[in-house]
């Protein structure tokens, strides 16, 4: 068992590293001095040539030619698997074009900001174009000869073509322009009323990640400017903010948070600090946050029980009654910005992204001629004009990162979560009883079992089909999203 | 400059890493969910493995070699220095003894933390023993040939040594032990009454750093168990504690940490990330949070403004006026536990552990008999028995640490403290008018100029020379604590 086990006692230093990594960027977010910041890039810079020089020590691919000669386990030969994945991808492109997209991106991001500050699109056109150009060169690099789009895909959702990507986005969309049309002809739905002190907020956020089942042993729960969740094994971090106006918004980052979150801390103890160890996909990951958000956490049985609580924390709040609360959750809205869009509009904000994406990576849509495919694209799908960049195409960090690739991964999530939710309500038929009282604990322990435990085990969509008994298709997310807003908007259900 | 850069660029990276490191050991105090311990030791492990291989790596010796035959700046010589020390002390110690006092202070600690709390040093003797030979080991191939004690000091003093301490030490014991008697006979000082609201502490102690010139921006503050500061350059933080019934505990912790904080803070950002980048020994560092503590913070002069400042956040406390509260702040008082003593009975205990080490270290003390001397020597320096092992030589974590050599610098950085004091007082004849208006700045700008931008780039003692003009001894210490704890306690001067 030689090379098996020297790999994997090289592979354990090397995720041990990363988790510090992750560590430092939470500090980053939360608890670093503002004046710290320049030492800081360079301290993590450190660290991830060192990870890099790691990944691509030539000793890996001695150890895996042996260690595949091997008799392994089950678990051994899917660690196999990943290693096997990462080494061959960190070979595969050349480490100058790593530094140069390191650089860039970097570069690219801060003329993100400034254009997305100054509403110029124009101007961040052509550094959005050399970060396209190197990303290119990679994902052909990555692809050696195969789709580049479908490699860069790979890399947040390993296993995925973009060639099934499209028939399921295909399917969805008309469906949901339908849900939208539907709603924006309808009466608003009741809107909150009064300030939410910000201390009761985050009480109220501390015991919703309780009832996910969030073991605050092993993790915590702090106020930051982007909700997010970091960490694998024993320490997996929750942030979350509030705002004073709009509760909901502390509510529902913090149950996605925690759906991230309980992910990670429900994979087997036994894989912590392997390739295993941690959540085995994007699409995978965000199945786990928005099922615990949107049909557990936005179900009319569990917000009978969070108005309640709402009620304790802040008393009235122009909101009279389960069923207004109900609606005022639910609500489909009117606006630009993705990561504030409802259940519906958010996967058209995806669809949108990644046509976009998929035509600037095969060449089809210029960078320069981007603002006006997105603005055409945004008016055709939702109904309004986008009235100037930073609402548009600017709005998202993901591309400016070198990113492409990781927006349909979101839809993907939501498709997992509806496929997860109609086989988890088949094996948990009083579900919603159980909501009613704030009680989570069925649901989570059905994904626990299902999904979470197994971390990298299996590749994400096996995954979903042992989970579920079926494949991963769109139709249980259309069907959930047709029943539920088709019941609040009853003109798009005509 | 080929070797000189690529040497430095190098170098850069390792500092980096052990910033890394040190912000590891601040989140573990402060913010580590408690379940994470065993997965951040691993985490830890790995880092520091990286560490211990760039540091011995042989190419830092071939660097050296080339570098040193260059025309080099004063910094450029400074940093060789400090990079050929650290290179030869790490070759000169092998590797599997490195690993060996790694494992074994990890045990001893984990021994040493379950001895105390059944204070039973018996079962603990063996297991200093057993780290005992090893450090002994490791000195005498650290030592060259040379003093094996002289060795183990200048990981923490670089330069010092023990026939050197000897003649301080024994030039400091009689005033201080006769101090001591005077205190011991004399009427207690004043005591604090009622409970101190621990949000109002943490709000004066947030004062308290302003008042060191602690910048904000480039650190911050938080509680933990054990104050403490960490970090060089621009993330320098501190923590403190609070108790209920002792309001003292708070600010002296903070105004202690506080000044190590600064002398971080205050370096040539030029050193930033460099060996020259940190305070240059354990005694200097010691020095410039004592003065801050003791000479600038335990003066009549800020203590007057101190109370104000107290009557301020708690109201009545029992103590009536300026010259009580200055004489509860400094009152010698009975007791067994370094950490809480006083600043005349601190380096008593400084002496003795400095004393009974050497002893160790040369063979002269059976660690079997250390318990036995410990008593003895506590009596007759301090007047009382003590009566068990966790108030005697159980309570401190040094030695199981493998800490010899670093006890001495705590009373070195006193003396220091002493030294500049008194060069600082007639630098700024009317310091005292600034310090009664909570003012430190003047104080804090001298010690900056003087003492701490230079960083590394000089050697202790020759740095404590060029900012005293005069070569460092204890009789500024010595007159310092005669002329106030002789005035505070009048038979000790009589």
Same mark, same amino acid.
């Given at each position: 068992?030689?090379?098996?086990?020297?790999?994997?006692?090289?592979?354990?230093?090397?995720?041990?590293?990363?988790?510090?990594?992750?560590?430092?960027?939470?500090?980053?977010?939360?608890?670093?001095?503002?004046?710290?910041?320049?030492?800081?890039?360079?301290?993590?810079?450190?660290?991830?040539?060192?990870?890099?020089?790691?990944?691509?020590?030539?000793?890996?691919?001695?150890?895996?030619?042996?260690?595949?000669?091997?008799?392994?386990?089950?678990?051994?030969?899917?660690?196999?698997?990943?290693?096997?994945?990462?080494?061959?991808?960190?070979?595969?492109?050349?480490?100058?074009?790593?530094?140069?997209?390191?650089?860039?991106?970097?570069?690219?991001?801060?003329?993100?900001?400034?254009?997305?500050?100054?509403?110029?699109?124009?101007?961040?056109?052509?550094?959005?174009?050399?970060?396209?150009?190197?990303?290119?060169?990679?994902?052909?690099?990555?692809?050696?000869?195969?789709?580049?789009?479908?490699?860069?895909?790979?890399?947040?959702?390993?296993?995925?073509?973009?060639?099934?990507?499209?028939?399921?986005?295909?399917?969805?969309?008309?469906?949901?322009?339908?849900?939208?049309?539907?709603?924006?002809?309808?009466?608003?739905?009741?809107?909150?009323?009064?300030?939410?002190?910000?201390?009761?907020?985050?009480?109220?956020?501390?015991?919703?990640?309780?009832?996910?089942?969030?073991?605050?042993?092993?993790?915590?729960?702090?106020?930051?400017?982007?909700?997010?969740?970091?960490?694998?094994?024993?320490?997996?971090?929750?942030?979350?903010?509030?705002?004073?106006?709009?509760?909901?918004?502390?509510?529902?980052?913090?149950?996605?948070?925690?759906?991230?979150?309980?992910?990670?801390?429900?994979?087997?103890?036994?894989?912590?600090?392997?390739?295993?160890?941690?959540?085995?996909?994007?699409?995978?990951?965000?199945?786990?946050?928005?099922?615990?958000?949107?049909?557990?956490?936005?179900?009319?049985?569990?917000? =009978?029980?969070? $108005? %309640?609580?709402?009620? !304790?924390?802040?008393?009235?709040?122009? +909101?009279?009654?389960? *069923?207004?609360?109900? @609606?005022?959750?639910?609500?489909?809205?009117?606006?630009?910005?993705?990561?504030?869009?409802?259940?519906?509009?958010?996967?058209?904000?995806?669809?949108?992204?990644?046509?976009?994406?998929?035509?600037?990576?095969?060449?089809?849509?210029?960078?320069?001629?981007?603002?006006?495919?997105?603005?055409?694209?945004?008016?055709?799908?939702?109904?309004?004009?986008?009235?100037?960049?930073?609402?548009?195409?600017?709005?998202?960090?993901?591309?400016?990162?070198?990113?492409?690739?990781?927006?349909?991964?979101?839809?993907? =999530?939501?498709? $997992? %979560?509806?496929?997860? !939710?109609?086989?988890?309500?088949?094996? +948990?038929?009083?579900? *919603?009883?159980?909501? @009613?009282?704030?009680?989570?604990?069925?649901?989570?322990?059905?994904?626990?079992?299902?999904?979470?435990?197994?971390?990298?085990?299996?590749?994400?969509?096996?995954?979903?089909?042992?989970?579920?008994?079926?494949?991963?298709?769109?139709?249980?997310?259309?069907?959930?999203?047709?029943?539920?807003?088709?019941?609040?908007?009853?003109?798009?259900?005509?």
């Amino acid at each position: 068992m030689g090379s098996y086990d020297d790999l994997m006692a090289y592979q354990r230093q090397t995720e041990a590293l990363a988790q510090i990594a992750g560590r430092l960027s939470w500090d980053r977010e939360t608890v670093m001095p503002r004046g710290a910041a320049a030492q800081r890039s360079e301290e993590a810079g450190a660290l991830h040539e060192v990870l890099h020089i790691r990944r691509t020590n030539p000793a890996i691919g001695d150890w895996l030619a042996s260690a595949s000669a091997q008799p392994l386990s089950q678990d051994g030969k899917a660690q196999l698997r990943h290693i096997t994945r990462s080494y061959v991808r960190a070979q595969r492109v050349p480490g100058n074009l790593a530094a140069a997209l390191a650089r860039q991106t970097a570069l690219s991001q801060f003329a993100w900001a400034e254009a997305r500050e100054a509403d110029d699109y124009a101007g961040f056109a052509p550094v959005l174009a050399e970060i396209l150009a190197l990303k290119r060169e990679e994902g052909e690099a990555l692809a050696a000869g195969g789709d580049v789009y479908d490699a860069m895909l790979d890399d947040y959702e390993p296993g995925a073509k973009a060639a099934d990507l499209d028939s399921m986005f295909a399917a969805l969309r008309p469906g949901l322009i339908a849900l939208r049309e539907a709603a924006l002809g309808a009466t608003p739905a009741p809107h909150v009323t009064g300030r939410f002190d910000s201390e009761a907020q985050m009480r109220l956020a501390r015991q919703l990640v309780l009832v996910c089942g969030y073991d605050m042993t092993r993790g915590r729960l702090d106020k930051a400017v982007h909700p997010f969740s970091s960490g694998s094994g024993s320490d997996v971090r929750i942030t979350t903010r509030t705002a004073e106006g709009d509760p909901f918004n502390c509510i529902y980052s913090t149950l996605h948070e925690a759906g991230h979150a309980v992910y990670e801390q429900s994979i087997d103890p036994a894989y912590a600090l392997t390739p295993l160890g941690a959540g085995v996909s994007m699409g995978v990951h965000e199945s786990q946050s928005r099922i615990v958000e949107n049909q557990l956490g936005r179900s009319r049985a569990f917000t =009978g029980w969070l $108005y %309640a609580r709402m009620r !304790d924390a802040f008393g009235d709040f122009g +909101i009279d009654g389960e *069923d207004a609360f109900y @609606a005022a959750v639910n609500s489909l809205h009117r606006g630009f910005i993705r990561t504030e869009a409802d259940e519906v509009q958010y996967n058209l904000h995806i669809l949108m992204r990644y046509d976009l994406e998929r035509a600037l990576v095969a060449g089809d849509l210029a960078p320069a001629d981007l603002e006006a495919a997105w603005n055409d694209r945004f008016e055709a799908d939702f109904g309004y004009e986008v009235p100037v960049a930073s609402l548009g195409c600017l709005q998202d960090v993901h591309w400016s990162a070198g990113l492409f690739g990781y927006f349909p991964t979101y839809t993907l =999530g939501n498709v $997992y %979560a509806g496929c997860l !939710d109609v086989t988890l309500r088949e094996a +948990i038929p009083d579900l *919603d009883s159980h909501l @009613a009282q704030g009680d989570m604990t069925p649901a989570m322990a059905w994904l626990r079992e299902a999904v979470q435990r197994h971390g990298g085990l299996y590749p994400p969509r096996e995954l979903i089909t042992r989970a579920c008994g079926f494949a991963p298709s769109e139709a249980p997310l259309m069907e959930y999203l047709e029943a539920k807003f088709g019941a609040l908007y009853p003109a798009a259900h005509s």
